[in-house]
């Protein structure tokens, strides 16, 4: 046996870089239909093989297949592919709209849609979400309007995050889904706090919460598992592995050792791995981890296996780290796609009927945009009430601040004075009204 003189560091390599061809041979695939479904209230060392096979349901022919197979109702089935579609075609305007300079930022979540849609709809209204800043499908999910999330991204006087968020970050406390933060993993062990203060109040919900695979290398990920285990709280924690963290394969965030859902068992803590581009298989493995988590049996560490097909933002360019167009190559294929092709196999759907829908979804992300600016644009008011920078922050307003707002106040209105009618700043016209108005819509949001 040969006995290497001196230690070698080892620098995880992506399959395929920029001319290369796209490669997916690493990616650990199980037949559909093909992975056990065991009781719930298995023991997570019981189960330990879930983490490293892979859950799927839906065959290559569009057939839904095994015990994992949720049997949802047809209509069930349009609920979650109108939602889809809707997440991608909103995403397709407001990444247009980025670039023709109406809103500053963007980020997409083409072929992750099924992470987001197909587990909101397996769990409970009353579940609260720690989402990330690629699961609009949840506010989508939800039935949050489009208007809401387009103000947010124009920071316009309808803006439920007041104007103090990038674009993106949204927030719902209509629907359940907690503030998303650009510090990545933050909402992680804050899922895992909300889910044991259910618990001491005696609730029966639960908290989901999702993270990139990247972001699994911070401390956060390790420091929720560990409570999450010693004290079983009633969370599904969710890994979304789309292979990459911005230009950093999943590899450097340890994919290449083992499993992400992997880290699960080591915990004490059940971990599956779910096809992620496969709606029935998402919905089916998160049903089953809520009723683990209600039931009394534990956490759920769930890695779903997808792909980011487009940019990680509208400041990103993937032509210069990884292959051009390998989403196209994806093994697991598109999750709209193939759910439209098990709906047309169950004879429930026909393309005629995905371009209706397609129609009358666009005209609504076309309507819902000029709805939104109707409250204000990046250019044209009307624009926030700055005095709106003051509060939020304590209940009663310390006297150093209510002197900054007096300063301001002061500043704004000699400039308004001073300005020809024609030239007024911004906030000459952003009285107390807009600020009334968007405190009370923001609080409703």
């Known amino acids: 046996m040969r006995m290497n003189k001196h230690s070698r560091l080892h620098l995880p390599h992506p399959p395929a870089r920029p001319g290369e061809a ?101 769990l409970r209204p009353g579940d609260m979400l720690f989402p990330s800043y690629r699961n609009q499908g949840l506010q989508i999910a939800r039935g949050i309007a489009l208007v809401e999330l387009m103000c947010q991204l124009l920071s316009n006087t309808r803006d439920m995050c007041k104007g103090r968020q990038l674009p993106v970050m949204y927030h ?161 294929g598109d999750p709209i796609q193939r759910l439209k092709q098990h709906l047309i196999r169950l004879g429930e759907w026909s393309e005629a009927r995905h371009q209706a829908l397609a129609a009358e979804l666009e005209a609504l992300v076309v309507s819902s945009w000029k709805e939104a600016t109707g409250f204000g644009t990046m250019t044209e008011g009307p624009r926030l009430n700055a005095d709106l920078m003051f509060e939020d922050v304590f209940k009663e307003m310390p006297e150093h601040l209510q002197k900054q707002r007096a300063l301001m106040r002061a500043e704004r209105s000699r400039s308004a004075d001073s300005a020809p009618p024609s030239a007024a700043t911004p906030f000459a016209k952003a009285g107390t009204d807009v600020s009334a108005e968007t405190s009370t819509r923001s609080e409703g949001a």
């Open 22 to 122: 796209p490669d997916f041979s690493y990616v650990q695939l199980s037949p559909a239909g093909a992975v056990p479904r065991p009781d719930v209230n298995a023991r997570a060392r019981d189960i330990e093989s879930l983490s490293v096979d892979l859950v799927r349901v839906l065959d290559d022919a569009g057939d839904a297949v095994g015990p994992w197979h949720p049997h949802l109702d047809p209509a069930e089935l349009q609920i979650g592919l109108r939602h889809m579609l809707l997440t991608r075609l909103f995403d397709d305007r407001m990444q247009r709209n980025q670039r023709a300079g109406k809103i500053s930022f963007y980020i997409r979540s083409l072929g992750e849609e099924a992470v987001s849609v197909a587990q909101c709809m397996a």
């Open 172 to 332: 719902s406390k209509a629907g359940n889904i907690f503030s998303i933060s650009g510090n990545l993993a933050t909402q992680f062990p804050q899922a895992v706090g909300w889910a044991m203060a259910a618990a001491i109040k005696g609730e029966d919900h639960l908290a989901a919460s999702w993270i990139g695979e990247g972001s699994s290398a911070e401390a956060d990920f390790h420091h929720a598992l560990l409570f999450a285990s010693v004290y079983q709280a009633p969370v599904i924690l969710n890994v979304v592995n789309n292979q990459w963290a911005i230009s950093t394969f999943q590899g450097y965030a340890g994919g290449e050792q083992r499993s992400f859902a992997a880290r699960g068992p080591g915990y004490g803590i059940a971990g599956i791995r779910v096809d992620g581009n496969d709606f029935l298989a998402v919905y089916a493995v998160t049903q089953w981890a809520a009723e683990r988590a209600r039931t009394g049996a534990g956490p759920t560490l769930i890695e779903l296996v997808t792909y980011r097909g487009a940019a990680h933002s509208t400041s990103d360019d993937p032509a210069r780290y990884r292959a051009r167009n390998d989403h196209e190559h994806w093994p697991l």
